[in-house]
């Protein structure tokens, strides 16, 4: 994906990183994956680490398979040719080209590219060696990784400016987490994703991410909108928002703890779900039988629709995840089973998430993009972090654009007595009741009541008095 | 063994291509540009010549004028390489064949044997 498509045959490629970045391993991958294919590929070490050391350290992953090593994928040192003095990197060439044609392999790795600069006689002779390397390359049809281990600093090795394509791997520090990261800094021929792509390396080798923003720029559809409202499951809130969300848009939850963001996107997928629509929860914090527990008390019968596959909760507990990964899941749990709703309870999760902040709005309005695009309508549920107080704010930046719709939950304190209260603070492009509702949680769930009878402000201030309408600017409300 | 003069001003191709030729059981000569292979044809015939087109001096295309309009190389068959698309009217061009750089050197390989195995039957049946 990153690649759009991948190398391009014939092509020369460097692999370039600190030691330990995954070069090799990746190398390994591309080649076992080629070989799988029905093609041919040759290994080429120079003075790196012994094969029968790299078999033991390949072997439990899960894409080594022995049965290919020595009849489909060659394992053979350079290094003896690179000892034949000022005609070394001749030999090694000759080397290549006779491997190439014995074995009818086109994939080549060539481990240690650094090590064959060291042993030319001059840089133009380096530059003469990748030069016909390449040449021969073209004329056969294989395709070279260059593992290196130069790194960004060394953009002036040689090599770089006459390979095909330069892609480097960065084990970096941010703050006491390693990431690592996966840059193309040249692509020739092809389009490609630009930027640091994350990647972890597993008993499966190495798993990459492209950037959500950087694949999902333009989303995989745009459906015609249908103005078809979908209720919220909320008795009385789907009045207040003009009747119900609009199919395929995005409203945003902002609540403290405790308002009740999770049962209304309880509420919101057993709408769905007795409409036959097939939801997805997507969450960080309540584990799914704490979830199906919750559901189950209210009624709900969550359960039941787990067992029968109408539901789907994917829980991601609290750990160092990559976002880009996060949303791979999200979205293939959507275009698997076909989702139309979906609740993801606690953007928070993919903040915890992110190694890069800056990213967050750019994130989320590509992924509810894609999400439209798949014609799916979802929840966002945020916790805001103060209970009360003078100021609403939106934790995430730039979260609260992408939503169409905003609806606030909050606990105010009246006459030494707190309570819950639900205000519509945005609906895009439709007309919304503003007014300041009591929202109370019963053993059915949640239900919302008249205007809140107050006269002052509510929300802003958290202890009674004055104005209970709530305004957007921008937005429309009948008040 | 079969002869191929083997002509093109890259130093890479050249020692590249001839190599691999070499591998396929050919005699190659090389030659830098038109020019010099019209001195190395004066002095040996090849089986077939493999000729850039695009070159300093002469070129590919003066270097196959030149060679028709010499008898002893007139027969000479050569296939013509170049970065340069394929014309449009390729086929009534007067090479043998033309590969469009970058080419499997598969299908070189492949024309070579079937010309020479054809030319072969030819000369057997006289």
Known sequence: MILSGGFLRGGSYIIAGAPGAGKTILGNQICFDHVASGERAVYITLLAESHGRMMAQLSPLSFFDPSVVGTKLYYVSGYNQLREGKQSLKALLALVRKLIKRHGATLLVLDGIVRIGSFASSPIDFKEFIHELNVLLNFTGCTALLLSDSTGEDVGHPARTMVDGLVEL??????????????VLK???????????????????????????ARLAVPSSVPAAKGVRLSLGVAGLDQVMGGGVQEGTATLVLGSSGTGKTILGLHFLAAGLDRGEPVLHFGFFESPPRLLQKGDDLGLKLSQQVAKGGLEIIWQPAGELIMDALAERLLDGVRRRKVKRIVIDGLAGFEESVVRPERLSHFFKALTNELRGLGVTCILTEEMRELFGPQIVVPLTGVSGVAENIVLLRQIEIASELKRVIAVMKTRETSHDAMLRELRITDRGLEVGDPFPTNGPVLGVGTTRAASRLQVPGERGKG | MKTILLVDDEYAVVEILATLLTDEGYVVLTASDGQQALDMLSEKVPDAVITDQMMPLVDGAELFRRMQENARHRRIPVVLMSSAPMPSDHSKLPWAMFLQKPFDFQDLTSWLRRHFGASEKRARKT
Do not use: K, T, W
């Not at chain 1, 960065?170 to 840059?183: N, T």
């Not at chain 1, 490609?192 to 798993?207: C, K, M, P, S, V």
């Open chain 1, 170 to 183: 960065r084990d970096v520090m941010d703050g006491v987490l390693a990431v690592r990261e996966l840059v």
């Open chain 1, 187 to 213: 692509f020739r021929g092809s389009a490609y994703l630009r930027g640091a792509h994350f990647f972890e390396i597993d008993g499966n080798g190495l798993r990459i991410y492209p950037r959500v923003e």
